[in-house]
């Protein structure tokens, strides 16, 4: 069983940067792979990354160049840091993990809660 918890989110201005953080319990974080998804209102919720390990990441085209994603697993942490947000960035952010690498919803098992992010124009 995995818990996760994220945090980081806010209010920014466009082009500005947040970073959001996923906490996860448990003592086999290293075997999950983690991704990031959010969903804005009246939206489906879409993938933004994946990670696996540093040579094994994913990212959507959307925020291909903008995001980084991150994982510590000796904290137990998974990362995303977003640079030069826009607007269309804003959504619930939420922090999933899967057994194996992918960018479908259905195959992530485990999520947190999500943390807003709202970027003014």
């Known amino acids: 069983q995995v818990q996760l918890v994220e945090s980081g989110g806010g209010l920014v201005q466009a082009g500005g940067s947040l970073r959001l953080a996923c906490a996860s319990s448990g003592r086999t974080f290293s075997s999950y792979h983690m991704g990031w998804f959010r969903q804005a209102p009246g939206k489906e919720r879409e993938f933004v990354s994946a990670?696996?390990?540093?040579?094994?990441?994913s990212y959507a085209d959307a925020v291909r160049g903008r995001f980084t994603i991150s994982r510590d697993n000796a904290k137990n942490m998974a990362y995303l840091q977003m640079n030069s947000l826009k607007p269309e960035d804003t959504a619930v952010y939420y922090c999933a993990a899967s057994t194996y690498f992918s960018r479908v919803a259905r195959d992530y098992a485990y999520w947190g809660q999500g943390t807003q992010v709202t970027v003014s124009s």
């Open positions: 990670i696996w390990n540093a040579d094994r990441t």
